[in-house]
């Protein structure tokens, strides 16, 4: 048997591919969009990928089951637990096999047995890997199950997707589901969808792989006896979820086209941005002091980095074409991270290094936290805080107002209009894309408070700080 560990950084999303060597044959657990790293590592290993299966309908990218089915005809193993409202929609247009806990399928010699951990999202199974034909478990692949250090959180159903009421049935679920989890034997490896930075879970670690021994020592999760109990913690203090984890639900669940169908973005030339501005998204992909220095006037400011995907999520509306300024040779990359959680209408690039200085024409001012503070205190700046709430809850400026920065679209007309607006973010990074956001929606008095709450915390005086818990 061969095991492979896939992972993507940028929305620190795991997969895996299982191959029977002896059979040539390969499937591929919770795929991503991007299924070339697959199709290359199963060339590399002499394998055919055949199938794939899903622990769920995933909220946070782009699933690659329809894409792998549409493209070359593999098996999709699909959930067939939860209510009507937790059916995949495009089963009926691909070889899709609906699984029941306690059911097995194979790939080759390898043998994978389905159980049912509802308590993410009501459809949740995990996969028990058996290698030939033997009764003990060499591991599960838990997906939004269990975590290394966590759990998946019950919650996204109400936070992002709105179905009411489905917070406290979700952890209830989980409880029960960890029961099921703890009677396996201690040895058995654990393989999850996710590593630190997802969104999917409040403190996830970043060791990628566990076992359930180990889970069962150290997991908070698992040390929880008394089911109330466990229902309040896991209900708490939960990060805020991104906008686009609603858009991930519909289009895992209904399908999305494949890649191949998707048009390659055109190059436009420099001159056309102002024009492009005026009908689509124009996305600035420098970092965010070069940004800050000068600007085309209706861009935002996502730096293209690590967090460029999550953050485009937050920030880019997916029902707009969408014109980034970025190196040319970036084209394909941005493509592909944009893809990646459904963001397809990406139709144009011009080269920002073809910007000429003429173009950019709009600028903010940065200033220090003190000069904010004593602005501040003298009722001269309003202080936005664009904070995650548990940030805020933890410790803030009693003066500032918060707004989450990938709220600021639906939310920026409860801000004043008559004093500037000085925005901070926990260390300055965040708030330069909040400017940016401000800006392109015409609330152009702003400014960036350098350094951040990290800043202004060493400048305030104890009573100025206030908690929210």
Known sequence: MLLRYFYDEKLAQASY???CQKTGEAIVIDPARNIEPYLKEAEKEGLRISATAETHIHADFVSGTREFAKRLGTTAYLSDEGDASWKYGFASEIDARLVKDGETFKVGNVTLEVMHTPGHTPEHISFVLYDRDQTVPMGIFTGDFVFVGDIGRPDLLEEAAGIQGTTALGAKQMFQSLKRFKQLPDFTQVWPGHGAGSACGKALGAVPTSTVGYEKATNWALQMEDEAAFVKELTTDQPEPPNYFAMMKKVNKEGIVVTTEVDRPRLAEANTVEELVKTMQVVDTR?????????VPGTINIPYNS????????????????????????????QTDLQSIGLDRFVTLIDVEKLSASQLTESYPDWTADKAIAAAEAGDVYVLDVRNKTEWEKSHYEQAHRILLGKLVARHEELPSDQPIAVHCASGVRSRMAVSVLQSLGVKNVINIEGGYAAIEDVLDDSKIATAR
């Open 307 to 334: 967090k460029f995907v999550a953050w485009a999520g937050w920030l880019v509306d997916f029902n707009q074409d969408i014109a980034i300024l970025a190196a040319t040779d970036q084209l394909e990359t941005i």
């Open 287 to 295: 970092d965010g002091k070069t940004f800050g220095a000068g600007h």
């Open 17 to 19: 591919m299982v191959g």
